[in-house]
């Protein structure tokens, strides 16, 4: 194709396989290319936790190291070196859980989709060259369904090189975080 631009793409973080199945998106129909050649123009960081269902009292200490400590440090360490391997006009995005909205059997998952969510939004207020988005799929795998990557491969496309598209939370979840914010009194 005369003047097509290929993105360059490369996925790094947790291996949850949601990244993945967002690049196999990305790939197959939005002109990216997977390479381990850098600078990329698109770095997808997997930063999505695990589901838990211990309440927060019955936690060992090292339940609370390994799902909220650990996967913390994790996503610092991994994001700054992220930073390396973008292009100046590139884009990070985090790809995380809804989780961080909180709910009283996952207390540890929350925190640390929290700070995934900060993160993501602090990158994402400093003057570019740092470009940052987060997009936020169901921390409940079975609440993910496939076209729910091929809507993240499209919003990822979106904020690819944008100068504009920075710090957004983009959910995925059908507006259920939207729930997550009445209360009920009486």
Same mark, same amino acid.
Request: hydrophobic share 40%; proline share 5%.
């Given at each position: 194709?005369?003047?097509?631009?290929f993105?360059?793409l490369?996925v790094i973080?947790n /291996?949850?396989g949601?990244? @993945?199945?967002?690049?196999e998106?990305?790939? +197959?129909g $939005?002109?990216f290319?997977?390479?381990e050649?850098?600078?990329?123009?698109?770095? *997808?960081?997997d930063a999505v936790d695990?589901? /838990?269902d211990t309440?927060?009292l019955e936690?060992?200490? !090292? #339940?609370?190291e390994?799902?909220y400590?650990a996967?913390t440090?994790?996503? @610092? &360490?991994?994001?700054?070196m992220a930073?390396t391997?973008? +292009?100046?006009s590139?884009? %990070? %995005?985090l790809? =995380?859980?809804?989780a961080?909205?909180?709910?009283?059997e =996952?207390?540890?998952?929350?925190?640390?989709?929290?700070s995934?969510?900060?993160?993501?939004?602090s %990158?994402? &207020? *400093?003057?570019p060259?740092v470009?940052?988005n987060?997009i936020?799929?169901p921390? @409940?795998c #079975?609440r993910r $369904?496939p076209d *729910?990557?091929?809507?993240?491969?499209?919003l990822?496309?979106?904020?690819?090189?944008? !100068?504009?598209?920075?710090?957004?939370?983009?959910?995925l #979840?059908g507006?259920a $975080?939207?729930?997550?914010?009445h209360?009920?009194?009486g």
């Amino acid at each position: 194709m005369v003047g097509a631009r290929f993105f360059s793409l490369k996925v790094i973080g947790n /291996g949850s396989g949601v990244a @993945e199945a967002i690049a196999e998106r990305l790939t +197959k129909g $939005h002109d990216f290319t997977e390479t381990e050649q850098g600078p990329f123009d698109l770095v *997808m960081i997997d930063a999505v936790d695990e589901e /838990g269902d211990t309440p927060f009292l019955e936690l060992s200490d !090292e #339940d609370f190291e390994r799902l909220y400590l650990a996967p913390t440090v994790r996503l @610092e &360490r991994v994001t700054a070196m992220a930073r390396t391997l973008i +292009k100046p006009s590139g884009s %990070l %995005l985090l790809v =995380g859980t809804d989780a961080y909205l909180g709910k009283p059997e =996952g207390a540890p998952q929350s925190a640390a989709a929290g700070s995934t969510v900060i993160l993501g939004r602090s %990158l994402g &207020r *400093m003057d570019p060259p740092v470009r940052c988005n987060i997009i936020l799929l169901p921390i @409940e795998c #079975d609440r993910r $369904h496939p076209d *729910m990557f091929g809507d993240a491969a499209r919003l990822a496309l979106a904020v690819t090189g944008s !100068e504009t598209l920075c710090g957004l939370r983009l959910f995925l #979840d059908g507006a259920a $975080h939207l729930a997550s914010r009445h209360v009920e009194y009486g």
